[in-house]
């Protein structure tokens, strides 16, 4: 499935729909592509191939696995991190809004058509910067 999304830093925290707890793993790096392992609030687990193709764009495949499978996992890598999301709607589009345990807070905005407007609790555009990726975080922290 293809995945179109813009990034940007949290400007503030707008009052949002539902909250959940994600703790994730890369296991493996081929180029552009990743496998990652993903707990969501300790209740459910998905593994996760993607294929980046532009800094807006990506193909995701996402399989709900077993938990103890996912935690074992999680545990084989030590690139890893662990984030709040806050999920909301913007003009029809689906809004993630990821808090990192250093407070640091980044606003993911999938869209199918290109966005028009913009909500106004996002701040500067950091769609394509390497060091807000979730990789580079996990791998080098903020």
Do not use: W
């Amino acid at each position: 499935m293809i995945e179109r999304e813009r990034k940007f830093k949290l400007a503030y925290m707008p009052k949002t729909d539902s909250t959940i707890k994600i703790k994730q793993g890369y296991l493996m790096f081929d180029g552009n592509k990743h496998l990652r392992v993903r707990i969501i609030n300790n209740e459910k687990a998905y593994l996760t191939f993607k294929t980046i193709h532009t800094a807006k764009e990506r193909t995701e495949y996402e399989y709900e696995i077993p938990m103890i499978e996912a935690i074992e996992m999680l545990k084989s890598t030590e690139i890893k991190l662990e984030k709040t999301r806050h999920k909301t709607t913007f003009e029809g589009n689906v809004v993630d809004i990821d808090i990192y345990p250093n407070g640091v807070g980044v606003v993911e905005i999938e869209y199918e058509n290109e966005l028009l407007s913009l909500p106004d609790y996002c701040g500067e555009e950091i769609t394509g910067l390497e060091q807000y990726s979730n990789i580079s975080i996990a791998h080098e922290g903020f």
